[in-house]
């Protein structure tokens, strides 16, 4: 059943009165999740903590996920995803998101205007919290939490959840930082102070075979919980320390080298046309990803984590076929939702960026 005409104008109406009610209160808005900050730690070397104060919108998370953030930086709405590194709380006053200023190899957008240019009392745009990097409700057994870098956010949630509940007992932690000055004092004071099975800061980096030495027993954990950089990451795909463990759940900040270059794609270049809204139609080649190749004809789509994790890119496709850079599964020529980041076009296409703008 297609939506009537009154569910249109009752789905227009946060873009009509939102603009509003901001003028009263950058925090107040029909539908969306806004936060204040209020207040910034500095917790190592290009590594910042902010508390938000979050509107009634927000719905509070689980710990290990991560939430859309966005700003507008130079002109241009900008959005990322930031894992909560603190725990969830029953009241939703305030969480927190900690984020790694990239410099390399050049400055990352968000990162740097999060560190250069943001302030207590800005308000931020945020999305839902959403991601599977959480523990499973009942949960026992033994559990081996692992981070490297600004990957300790999620691992930081979850153990910050599990002191909460006083089930540290069968807990170690490992951390690992590229120097001395990139360890996280504060955050390293706080969880050697808990009664974890073990917790251990290191400087350099981790290989499976140095968490061997450093957990011998590895291999008796039911669970073994994983997020670092993309290097660190590509070390341990198989192997957490030479024996096989319990399960092991990842959360990746980058998509791993070689779905990276899936999503990038390569061999068919052919042009093709795609109404983009508002009367526009652009020519794009039908590799590499429907994102990357808007962005090569002018467009400034929204996106988040460009690696099909986030959802900020998403949006309608009301005519073509697109194929689905990740399964090689083309889609039907109908309307549909897809992710500009894990599409590339098959065909000519009618899409409808308006969210995703
Ligand atoms: C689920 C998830 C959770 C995350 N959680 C956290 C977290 O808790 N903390 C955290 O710090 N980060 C986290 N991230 C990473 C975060 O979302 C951003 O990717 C990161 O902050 C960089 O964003 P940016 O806008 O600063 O960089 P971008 O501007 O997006 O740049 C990204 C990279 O591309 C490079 N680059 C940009 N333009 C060019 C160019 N023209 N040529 C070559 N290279 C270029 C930049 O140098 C940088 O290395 C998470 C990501 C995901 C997917």
Redesign the pocket.
């Known amino acids: 059943m297609s939506p009537s005409p009154v569910s249109y104008r009752l789905a227009a109406l946060p873009a009509l009165v939102d603009p509003w009610l901001q003028e009263v209160n950058p925090l107040w808005s029909l539908t969306e999740v806004r936060a204040r900050i209020v207040a910034i730690r500095e917790e190592a070397e290009d590594?910042r903590t902010f508390v938000l104060a979050p509107n009634r919108h927000w719905p509070g998370h689980r710990a290990g996920q991560?939430v859309p953030v966005a700003a507008v930086v130079d002109g241009v709405r900008?959005e990322?995803?930031?894992?909560i590194?603190s725990a969830p709380t029953r009241d939703r006053h305030t969480f927190e998101?900690?984020?790694?200023?990239?410099?390399?190899?050049?400055?990352?957008?968000?990162?740097?205007?999060l560190h250069t240019q943001a302030r207590v009392g800005d308000v931020l745009r945020l999305g839902r919290p959403a991601?599977d990097f959480v523990l499973p409700d009942d949960f026992a057994g033994k559990l081996l939490l692992v981070s490297g870098g600004?990957g300790i956010?999620?691992i930081l949630s979850i153990a910050r959840d599990l002191a909460a509940r006083n089930r540290l007992r069968d807990v170690v932690f490992v951390h690992a930082a590229r120097s001395e000055a990139a360890l996280p004092q504060a955050i390293r004071r706080e969880l050697e102070a808990l009664p974890f099975a073990g917790v251990h800061f290191l400087v350099g980096p981790l290989t499976p075979e140095r968490l061997a030495e450093i957990v011998p027993d590895r291999h008796t954990y039911s669970r073994v919980y994983l997020c670092g950089p993309a290097p660190m990451m590509e070390r341990f795909v198989g192997d957490v320390g030479g024996t096989p463990t319990g399960v092991l759940v990842t959360?990746?900040?980058?998509a791993p080298r070689e779905s990276a270059a899936s999503l990038r794609g390569e061999g068919e270049v052919t042009p093709v046309k795609v109404a983009v809204g508002r009367g526009r139609v652009v020519a794009v080649a039908t590799t590499p990803s429907l994102l990357e190749a808007l962005e090569a004809a002018g467009e400034r789509p929204r996106y988040?984590?460009?690696?099909g994790?986030?959802n900020s890119c998403r949006c309608e496709k009301r005519s073509g076929i697109v194929e689905d850079l990740r399964t090689g599964k083309r889609s039907g020529p109908y309307a549909e939702e897809i992710r500009l980041c894990t599409s590339r076009a098959v065909s000519d296409l009618e899409l409808n960026l308006g969210d995703a703008r």
């Open positions: 590594f991560f900008t990322r995803c930031y894992s590194s998101i900690s984020v790694r200023r990239v410099r390399e190899p050049r400055d990352g957008i968000l990162s740097t205007y991601g600004s956010t999620p959360e990746r900040f980058q988040g984590c460009r690696q994790i986030c």
